[in-house]
């Protein structure tokens, strides 16, 4: 924690309002940006709303939502969104043969369709005002390994198409000041967790797969990816950042 | 927080020092050169100009000279520098050399070994020292060692080299998962191409090779770079002080590219 770091920036998150997107307003807010929520849910906006940063209803998935979203961000931080966080996401478990091509369809319009519409509104903005930036986007260690256990195909490409749109970003908007890193959690205690739903079997996981032998919290995700848009990342882009208690340095 | 920085006599290994030391670290700075000595005094001089919150008695830099592929020389290093600045919770590796640059067919086994003995064996070395050092004190630690991306892609003239920050990669990992359970964490930085002595004295070599002009060379790198630019000490310095914070309290075993970009493509 540095507060003061981020002085001055101006912070869009979508899915904000819950989970790693929450933690990674707070810690934002703590270090100094200003910063606007977006989320589909109002009720869960409504609940955040004690952290200071401003609400914004949106569907990350409807194009025209996202262009509204992201101009009336702009209005309430004083210009256009220099952070954006995209985790905005959801997590379904389906296997192959029982899923749908509807499921799938509604994981990937949320996750990769959702971080493509954000990315390129909040970016076109940035190179339209001719203002640098930093895009962090949510993957998961899912779209870096498979899971047999806990299958969910639709959310593993999801997150896989998750990096090479993030490699994509950050090569092509590198000329104009903007960054796009990654970041994968693994095991993170959020809403969305599904493994301790069994506690002994995810206990066990801890134990066998985790080196660390624990869950991580969404505050120590928060905190890598406010690391990756601080300066102290200035020449880093177009990275995958694991954050997940080593499980894939196994 | 207590810091040994290898190779901290000048370029990377001086800012990474001088940035855990302005954070507010005591560190012992390591080098196979006396010039360490030097970098080490004025570094004490410009934190402790700056205010010791530390008060008096503090050893906010202390300069130790030994070569990292000497293993009686690396443990008596840390050993030193563990009476020094009172333990050791950090361990940067940032000592290594540049390879041959030749080609393989003309690549002595004394060139390869060198180049192996200190950007390999010299970190497994420090690392073995370090933690039992740091397992003894029971509270944790953290590891950040030297790769490159020239340790995630090959390079023609440079197999020593690349082999050598490869098997950076796989052995910090491999500790990772090792020393998790005494809560130490280890990871790698893999910088690209970096505004030091060692990358120009390469381009160098390779201007004189193919007979282009040094800057030419600068140029091409530049270009190829999507960030547009080198990177600098403090680039490294910044990611090595992320790392080795409760920041990344959940980031263990991984490769962390510093590189501009370049690796995209």
């Known amino acids: 924690m540095t507060p003061g770091r981020l002085a001055g920036r101006r912070a869009l998150i979508t899915g904000g309002a819950s989970g790693i997107g929450l933690a990674c307003a707070r810690r934002l807010l703590a270090e100094g940006a200003a910063a606007v929520l977006l989320d589909r849910r109002a009720d869960a906006l409504a609940s955040a709303a004690g952290t200071g940063a401003a609400p914004v209803a949106c569907d990350i998935r409807d194009p025209g939502a996202v262009a509204a979203a992201v101009a009336r961000a702009a209005g309430l931080l004083g210009g256009p969104a220099d ?39 909040v970016a076109a903005a940035l190179i339209e005002a001719g203002l640098p930036g930093a895009i962090v986007n949510i993957s998961s260690t899912a779209g870096l390994l498979a899971d047999a256990s806990e299958p969910s195909a639709h959310y593993n490409a999801s997150k896989a198409g998750v990096l090479a749109l993030t490699r994509q970003m950050a090569a092509e908007w590198a000329p104009h000041g903007i960054r796009a890193n990654a970041v994968c959690p693994g095991v993170i205690d959020t809403p969305m967790l599904r493994l301790m739903d069994d506690p002994a079997a995810g206990a066990a996981y801890l134990q066998a797969d985790v080196p660390q032998r624990r869950l991580g919290s969404a505050d120590e995700v928060a905190a890598v990816i406010v690391f990756l848009v601080s300066d102290d990342a200035s020449y880093l882009t177009g990275a995958a950042v694991p954050v997940d208690g080593g499980i894939t340095a196994i | 927080m207590r810091a040994i920085v290898t190779g901290a006599a000048r370029g990377l290994g001086a800012a990474i020092a001088g940035r855990l030391a302005r954070d507010g670290a005591d560190v ?27 008060g008096a008695g503090r050893q906010v830099a202390v300069g130790l000279v030994a070569d990292v592929s ?13 009476h020094a600045i009172g333990g050791v919770d950090v361990l940067v590796n940032n000592a290594g050399i540049g390879g041959p640059d030749t080609d393989v067919t003309r690549t002595s086994l004394a060139e390869f070994r060198r180049v192996l003995d200190v950007n390999l064996t010299g970190i497994f070395l420090m690392c073995r020292e370090v933690a ?16 490159s991306v020239f340790g995630q892609q090959g390079v023609a003239g440079g197999a020593g080299y690349c082999a050598s920050k490869a098997g950076v990669a796989l052995l910090t990992h491999s500790l990772a998962l090792e020393l998790a359970p005494h809560n130490i964490r280890a990871n790698t930085i893999a910088p690209g191409n970096m505004a030091t002595e060692m990358h120009w004295d390469e381009l160098r070599s390779r201007a004189a090779r193919s007979g282009g002009t040094f800057d030419e060379q600068v140029e091409m790198v ?44």
Do not use: K
Request: hydrophobic content about 50%.
């Open chain 2, 132 to 147: 039992r050092v740091m397992i003894g004190q029971g509270s944790g630690g953290a590891i950040v060692n030297l790769g």
């Open chain 2, 70 to 82: 000497d293993e009686n020389a690396c443990a008596a290093a840390v050993d030193r520098a563990v």
């Open chain 2, 28 to 54: 012992a700075l390591l080098d196979m050169s006396v010039d360490v000595m030097a970098s080490a005094g004025r570094l004490a001089g410009d934190v402790g100009a700056a205010g010791d919150a530390g």
């Open chain 1, 83 to 121: 952070v954006l966080v995209n985790s905005a996401g959801v997590y379904r478990i389906a296997p192959l043969l029982d899923l749908t091509p509807r499921e799938w369809d509604d994981v990937l319009a949320v996750n990769l369709r959702g971080t493509f519409l954000a990315g390129r509104a």
């Open chain 2, 222 to 265: 530049r270009a190829s770079v999507p960030l547009g630019r080198h990177g600098t000490g403090g680039d490294i310095a910044g990611v090595v002080a992320w790392l080795v914070s409760p920041d990344a309290g959940y980031v263990t075993g991984q490769t962390i590219g510093v590189n501009g970009g370049i690796w995209l493509s």
